[in-house]
């Protein structure tokens, strides 16, 4: 299993520009979470999907729109980017069982490093 | 609403010696709590997490952590530190169910471990 995988690794935009990162998932999982990681302040949850064809508001979704079409993919879309939103980009994944008393382990992948100019 | 808050940026330990790093967390309910260790360029990896139960969750590499709940506290703790445990370290607290689920985490702003020769 390839586990949870990002594309593209890196990314230089000019400002105005768009683009979209695609991250896929090989373990059947339901959940499927997108955060950025700046220096100092942690990873922060942009948005997620707690199934195909749903999506839901994080932390930080401003600027930010996803899609599910499929269980498996989960995409991020930037429409005009802006040099705040320089940062590394990490998917992640999880299962989820069912009830409140069920918690399950978030599997990330390797990351987008993207630079806003 | 749930946070956890890691109190160091840094912690620089001798090889050999014992490592510890702080979390503390404020959840309204009852705390799920993770520790996620981070290695250069790379995504974060799983360590170990709580639910319920023994206060002493083992994970992996030999790491552990304490659960207090008096103290609010769940330090990430590791008896016999190595030059490879160097990386950064996030304390996350899943959200708790009320708040619409989706088992979502709120992380803290991590800890820069440097374990020495």
């Known amino acids: 299993n390839a586990g949870v995988t990002q594309t593209p690794k890196f990314r230089v935009l000019k400002t105005g520009q768009s683009m979209t990162l695609l991250c896929a998932q090989d373990?059947?999982?339901?959940?499927m979470y997108w955060y950025r990681q700046d220096p100092g302040m942690g990873l922060r949850l942009i948005h997620y999907?707690?199934?195909?064809?749903?999506?839901a508001k994080g932390e930080v979704p401003d600027g930010y729109n996803v899609s599910r079409l499929k269980k498996q993919n989960f995409l991020l879309g930037l429409e005009s980017a802006a040099p705040s939103q320089t940062s590394v980009y990490f998917c992640?994944?999880?299962?989820?069982?069912?009830?409140?008393?069920?918690?399950?382990?978030?599997?990330f992948g390797p990351g987008t490093r993207l630079t806003v100019l | 609403a749930q946070s956890v808050a890691q109190p160091e940026d840094q912690v620089n330990v001798a090889e050999g010696n014992p490592l510890t790093v702080k979390c503390t967390y404020s959840?309204?309910?009852?705390?799920?709590l993770f520790w996620y260790v981070q290695y250069p360029n790379r995504g974060l990896q799983f360590l170990l997490k709580y639910i319920t139960g023994d206060n002493l969750v083992k994970g992996s590499y030999g790491f552990e952590a304490e659960f207090n709940k008096s103290q609010t506290s769940f330090h990430l703790k590791k008896p016999s530190a190595l030059v490879s445990d160097s990386a950064l370290y996030f304390c996350a607290v899943r959200d708790d169910i009320l708040t619409g689920g989706g088992n979502k985490l709120t992380f803290g702003t991590g800890t820069q471990l440097k374990v020495e020769l």
């Open positions: 373990m059947n999982h339901e959940y």
């Open positions: 959840v309204s309910g009852n705390p799920y």
């Open positions: 992640a994944s999880s299962y989820w069982r069912g009830g409140p008393e069920s918690t399950d382990t978030q599997y």
């Open positions: 999907s707690v199934g195909e064809g749903t999506t």
